[in-house]
């Protein structure tokens, strides 16, 4: 059954219609797209090596040390949040025993009450300061490296000594200014969102599988 709107009646399908007859080729942009992709992940091989390592080791440190993994991040980045910590408390591609990781965008009664209560801005800083240890580390996830509640999530990181693991785009924004020399920064220099979540996407698979390589002896 439907809403009983007529579409037409705002324009949209005139308008819908107008753009498809004047849209470009969509072959053309699905393969510029993967181009790009790929483009993007082979330019940036070199300079992430080294942090990817780094962030892995400070993960398996924790882990080892009966630490955990929280995550934060908002839309898509909430949405690479709960990948990663899935990946962990479950599996990836090896048998293991569940890692210890907890995304904190998942809670729905947590981060309205938070937000309603105080604000939106701190709807992961206060889950870091009731959850957080000094063994854990936070994985903070911000495409701009401009979200106010990331930047608020770090600075209750480190109140509490957490090592944090931050993933950026851009030019890193205000989160790579905020982060201390302990701290693990994983900037993606593009200025385009898509780009920036796909690239993302790789680095955590990577993490995954460093970690499982690294606790189970795998070379």
Known sequence: MGWGIPLNGFGFVDFFENQYNN??????????????????????????????????????????????????????????????????????????????????????????SIANDYAYVQIFSKQVRALGHSNDVLLAISTSGNSANVIAAIEAAHERDMTVVALTGRDGGKIAEQLSERDVLLNVSSKITARVQEVHILILHCLCDAIDCTLLGVE
Not at 68 to 73: A, E, R, T
Request: net charge negative; hydrophobic share 45%; glycine share 6%.
């Open 23 to 112: 849209n470009m080729n969509l072959n053309t942009r699905i393969e510029r797209h993967f181009r790009e992709s790929a483009q993007l992940k082979l330019d940036l091989v070199n300079e992430l090596i080294e942090p990817i390592l780094r962030a892995a080791d400070v993960m398996v440190q924790s882990l080892m040390a009966e630490g955990k993994i929280l995550s934060c991040g908002n839309g898509g980045s909430a949405a690479d949040a709960q990948h990663f910590s899935a990946e962990l408390l479950n599996r990836f591609e090896m048998e293991r025993p569940g890692l210890a990781a907890m995304a904190l965008t998942t809670d729905s009664s947590t981060l309205t």
